[in-house]
């Protein structure tokens, strides 16, 4: 087999890879996990209580689930999905839950900050409903909040939007006491907290992601990392995966790194960094593919490079 024979048997056989990487560690989890009741259910009482974790090592601590939210809801219906958030601390907790509208270009860090304007089409908050908008929480206790998407009737409505959900503590501000020596003295409170930020999605039934490129793609001079950029040209939201595959060009070894996930907005552009393992010396020929959901084809990118 020459090697445009190779190369063109690897893109084919992708998704099979995939699968098979994806079904053979779950095999693992379930063996591993049914040996382990096996031999528990062997031990004795007193033998077992030795594991049981000390009350003060246990993890504490605020938990909210899911970490997004999709839907796909046509104009004129509506649909309901909840958040889960969980108290595990040993204080009471408060929460204001809110959903603040972000630029498409804004998906990373600065989502919580962005400013898009009053009239932003692409915005979710201006139908979404959330109950209750503020949840407390006693020590051990759990609560749903139920969000509800809402989508008016009509043609104009037939588009993607998105919106960050936003999970805020929300403590009392207590009296700062200044001591007083005599002189000036400046104090300065500061209010510890935490926050909870969940990326909200509607991509109507009919919109289908199809026009997402890749526009870049490059290694970084100290040949550690690989930088994929994509653009998505369409109406769609792009949930996408995304890997590259590594061909030693003198053995034939092909190394996988595992598959990440990104979500690509309409007119937004995104840049990946995927880290290389170490390599022994050699001649490489790197693979990028990115998978839209398309069902016809994946963008594909190759670069070739040395390592001395």
């Not at 994806?22 to 095999?27: S, Y």
């Not at 930088?227 to 369409?234: D, E, F, L, Q």
């Not at 840049?271 to 022994?280: A, D, R």
């Amino acid at each position: 087999m020459n090697l445009i024979e190779f190369r063109m048997k690897r893109i084919i056989d992708m998704k099979r890879v995939e699968i098979l990487n994806c079904f053979i560690p779950g095999m693992l989890f379930f063996f591993i996990l049914f040996s382990s009741l096996g031999t528990f259910s062997q031990t004795d009482n007193s033998v077992q209580s030795e594991f049981e974790p000390l009350k003060d090592t246990m993890p504490r601590g605020v938990s909210v689930s899911p970490a997004s939210i999709r839907f796909s809801v046509k104009s004129g219906s509506s649909q309901s999905k909840s958040i889960k958030i969980t108290n595990d601390t040993d204080a009471t907790k408060t929460f204001k839950i809110f959903s603040t509208n972000y630029l498409a270009e804004d998906i990373n860090r600065e989502a919580s900050s962005s400013t898009p304007p009053a009239d932003y089409k692409y915005g979710l908050t201006k139908w979404l409903y959330i109950t209750p908008s503020l949840v407390t929480l006693k020590p051990g206790e759990k609560a749903t909040v139920n969000i509800l998407l809402d989508v008016p009737a009509g043609a104009e409505y037939e588009h993607a939007a998105w919106s960050l959900i936003t999970i805020d503590e929300i403590k009392e501000r207590q009296e700062l006491n200044i001591p007083n020596t005599g002189d000036q003295v400046m104090g300065m409170g500061i209010l510890p907290s935490m926050g909870f930020g969940i990326f909200t999605y509607q991509n109507p039934p009919n919109l289908k992601s199809n026009s997402v490129e890749l526009v870049g793609y490059r290694l970084d001079t100290e040949q550690k990392n690989i930088y994929m950029r994509a653009t998505n040209k369409g109406n769609g939201i792009a949930f996408s995966t995304y890997y590259i595959e590594l061909l030693n060009m003198a053995s034939g070894e092909t190394i996988k790194i595992p598959v990440q996930t990104a979500t690509i907005l309409p007119g937004a552009t995104r840049e990946f960094k995927i880290i290389l393992p170490p390599l022994p010396s050699g001649s490489y020929n790197a693979l990028g593919v990115l998978d839209f959901g398309s069902k016809e084809y994946v963008e594909t990118a190759e670069l070739d490079f040395a390592v001395p």
